[in-house]
């Protein structure tokens, strides 16, 4: 599984005890432990969990899809990420899965538990609400993130017009119900939706992509602000459908992790200044 792509949890000041509890649930490993950044394996894939502060709140414009085998699986899920958490959608059987619900965690953290096919070795699958001003362009995301990223392909669509005849939608025909894509070998769900939800996508929730080169670096940057998205600090970027990414060479976290605490700082105040990552410049930072 590609782990230089992988999502970033915004905490304020509990990703500790959040990483505990859900590799307690889904039998995980803690793999970074600093006082910033919680690194956890679940299932063969990373998730990066970040003490920010309490500027941003999770919410489900992007939630996590559980691909569970057994109905004795989705119920060991469900009961323990219900422990302090909400209902969204009350576990039950529907038309896509003979057991189903959506729940959302005490950390704020959404969760599809749902009995069916996996998607490849990926149990975990991210999954993008596009509401509000980008409710039907979730077929337009998949087609720019699928060209920006290699090794990318878009699976399958279901629209809500497809095969609902005598049961009418309030969503438009040609409107994402689900479908299902790939950036570099990491899958994603996603849907539109015509719901006005108090909520939308924010550095809540980000994708983090590792870069191997400053030319790595400046193609995931440059294509993703295009056509009005816009640039953040320290790497951080929303692209123009309002969803935020992380491009993080990995020169940073090797120079970062430097045990001369003097040039390490140095890294990462030159950093602090910066809106997309310039290797060079750290470098510099570094050597001065």
Known sequence: MNNDIFLCLWYDDNAEESAEFYCKIFNGKI?????????????????????????????ASVSFMVICETEDEVQKY?????????VL?????????????WIQDKYGVTWQIFLGEKQAEQKIIPTLMFI???????????????????NSKIGNILRYGDG????????????????HFEIDGYSFFCMDNSYDHQFDFNEGISMVVMT????????YWNTLISDGGRESMCGWL?????????????????????PDQEKSQKVVQAMMKMQKIMIQDLENAYDS
């Open 212 to 219: 191997d080169d400053q030319e790595q670096t400046d193609h």
């Open 89 to 101: 959608m009350p576990l039950d059987s529907y038309s896509w899965s003979k057991k189903y619900g």
């Open 132 to 150: 509000h001003e980008n409710n039907g362009k979730a077929m337009e995301a998949m087609e720019l993130y699928t060209k920006i990223f290699p």
């Open 238 to 258: 929303k692209d123009k459908f309002g969803f935020s990414w992380q491009i993080v060479p990995k020169r940073l976290i090797q120079l970062m992790s430097d």
């Open 78 to 86: 469900w009961d323990q990420l219900l422990d302090g958490g909400m």
């Open 31 to 59: 793999t970074a432990d600093t006082p910033v950044v919680m690194n956890v394996d679940l299932f063969g894939q990373k998730l990066m969990l970040l003490n920010g502060g309490p500027h941003f709140k999770k919410n």
């Open 164 to 179: 609902s005849e005598g049961h009418p939608s309030p969503e438009p025909a040609d409107n994402i119900q689900h479908a």
